[in-house]
């Protein structure tokens, strides 16, 4: 059954764009893998700062896909109520690795308590050179285009969708 958009649907504003970046602690990376010839998508907890999503991440496809094609970074985060009360931003984008022993401390602690819930949480204790998440990749997707777009029309899903 094809939908058509109602009048609820309409792009964000930019302020409207940074507050759902602010406001959302999980988002979506998009990669191509060359290899593969295939995309490869995965959600991510970050938070947003002056233009750009922070992160952290252990080795593994997405650090290496990161690397080969740090130009070409897609960053997707919604707020859904419902199938017709949601916003979405896309973002497009460049990985930035954070090396500085003193800007990946300051990164890390931006997460807050959340460093102790994720899945690198056994990774947060002093590591390697006495860094705070010594063991981990800490970088940032520098934002150059967002888009967002929402719907208020108060449509959802009928037994027959």
């Not at 998009?30 to 922070?54: E, I, K, M, T």
């Amino acid at each position: 059954m094809a939908v058509t958009a109602g009048s609820g649907m309409r792009d964000l504003a930019s302020a409207e764009i940074e507050q759902l970046l602010t406001r959302r602690k999980v988002g979506r990376i998009g990669l191509y893998d060359q290899q593969r010839r295939r995309v490869y998508v995965v959600p991510v907890s970050y938070y947003f700062n002056d233009g750009a999503a922070y992160l952290h991440t252990a080795p593994g496809l997405k650090l290496n896909l990161l690397h080969e094609q740090p130009a070409d970074v897609c960053f997707q985060a919604d707020d859904i109520a419902d199938e017709g009360e949601w916003q979405s931003v896309i973002g497009w984008g460049h990985f930035q690795e954070i090396t500085d022993v003193a800007e990946r401390q300051r990164v890390l602690r931006g997460f807050g308590d959340r460093l102790l819930r994720g899945p690198l949480r056994h990774r947060q204790h002093v590591g390697r050179g006495g860094m705070l998440g010594g063991g981990e990749t800490v970088y940032r997707i520098v934002f150059d285009e967002l888009t967002g777009r929402a719907d208020s029309s108060g449509w959802t899903a009928g037994e027959s969708d």
